[in-house]
C-alpha cells in the first residue's frame, strides 16, 4: 500500500471563519439573554394569573415565588411564595388545590427555561434560600422580573446612589434600589467597572491573607476582540470546587444596561451607609438620596 500526496485540499476554510464564530457566540448569548429575561417576566404574569384567576387587573401581593433547581439545572416552581410584606404563603392557600396544581404545572413550562443558559438574566433577581433535598432553591423577585420587558424602567428608575460595606470595613459607591431588600434589610448594588476592580483587589487580597476558603474572590480580565477592549467579571466561589456545587463555583456577571455589575447581591449582605457612615440595615432612602 502506498500513500499518495493530495493534489488538492480536501475542503477549504473560509475566510472570516474566526469573526463569524465569534458573531455566532455572541448571537447565541444575546439570545439566552433575551430568553432568561422574557420567559422570568412571564412566570412573575402566571404568579399573578394564579392568584387573580387570570384577571391581569384584579389586586394580589406575591412579591416573591420560590423556585427549585431540578437534575438539569432548570428551575422548577414549588407553589410557595411571599407578599411583598414577606409573609409566607402558598397557592394552595390561596386559590385551592385544583387551581394551585394546575398554575404550578402551568408554570412549570416558562420556569424550565430558566436553566444554566440564562442563568445571567436571572440570577441576579433571585435570593438564595436554604438547599431542598440537596437541589439549590431560589425567590425570584416578581416586581423586578416583571419589569425586565419593560424598556422604560429598565429595572433602574427606583436607583439611588449610596456606600455600601459587607465587612464593616470596605465602603465601596454603588446604585441601590431601595425595593430589592432581603427580609434581612440587606441590598443589592450595582457597582461601575471601576469599582469591580477595588473589589477584586480587595477580596483577592483578603483571600491571600486569610484563606480562599473564606472569602469569595472577583476577577477582572482584560483582553482585546476585535481591536474591541472587553473587560469580563468573574466571582469565584472557593468553598464549592470540592462539594456538590463544584460547577457553579464559578460566575461571570455581566452588566446591565448601565455597564453596573451586582457583585455579590443579597447572599454577601451589603448594607447601606448613612451620611454618618452608620449601616442602615434596612435601607431607608432620604430625600436627598
Known amino acids: 500500500m502506498t500513500d499518495q500526496t493530495p493534489t488538492r485540499p480536501a475542503y477549504t476554510i473560509p475566510d472570516g471563519l474566526s469573526a463569524a464564530a465569534h458573531a455566532a457566540l455572541q448571537a447565541a448569548e444575546t439570545a439566552h439573554d433575551q430568553l432568561g429575561r422574557a420567559m422570568a417576566a412571564v412566570t412573575a404574569a402566571a404568579v399573578r394569573d394564579i392568584l387573580t384567576g387570570s384577571k391581569p387587573d384584579a389586586p394580589f401581593d406575591a412579591g416573591r415565588v420560590e423556585l427549585v433547581e431540578g437534575e438539569d439545572g432548570s428551575l422548577f416552581p414549588t407553589g410557595r411564595y411571599w407578599t411583598v410584606d414577606g409573609d409566607e404563603r402558598t397557592f394552595t392557600e390561596a386559590v385551592g388545590e385544583n387551581e394551585a396544581g394546575n398554575g404550578v ?24 434560600l436554604p438547599d431542598q433535598d440537596g437541589h439549590p432553591a431560589y425567590a425570584l423577585d416578581l416586581i423586578r422580573a416583571a419589569a425586565l420587558l419593560d424598556d422604560r424602567a429598565g429595572g433602574q428608575s427606583a436607583m439611588v446612589e449610596v456606600l455600601v460595606c459587607a465587612n464593616d470595613r470596605d465602603r465601596y459607591p454603588a446604585m441601590v434600589d431601595p425595593a430589592d431588600q432581603s427580609d434581612d434589610g ?30 469569595d474572590t472577583v476577577h477582572v480580565l482584560d483582553g482585546t476582540v476585535g481591536r474591541q477592549a472587553h473587560a469580563v467579571v468573574l ?35 451589603w448594607y447601606a451607609l448613612d451620611d454618618l457612615l452608620n449601616p442602615q440595615i434596612p435601607f431607608q432612602p432620604t430625600a436627598a438620596s
Not at 440570577?123 to 438564595?128: A, E, V
Not at 456545587?245 to 457583585?263: D, F, K, M, S
Open 235 to 269: 466571582v469565584i466561589c472557593w468553598m464549592y470546587l470540592g462539594g456538590e456545587r463544584r460547577q457553579q463555583a464559578v460566575e461571570v456577571l455581566q452588566p446591565n444596561a448601565h455597564g453596573r455589575y451586582a457583585v455579590g447581591g443579597h447572599d454577601w449582605c
Open 105 to 128: 404545572h402551568d408554570m412549570s413550562e416558562w420556569t424550565v427555561y430558566l436553566d444554566d443558559r440564562t442563568r445571567d438574566a436571572w440570577y441576579p433577581l433571585c435570593t438564595k
Open 186 to 215: 440587606y441590598v443589592r448594588p450595582w457597582f461601575d467597572l471601576d469599582t469591580v476592580r477595588r473589589i477584586a483587589d480587595d477580596t483577592q487580597a483578603a483571600a491571600e491573607r486569610h484563606g480562599h476558603g473564606s472569602i
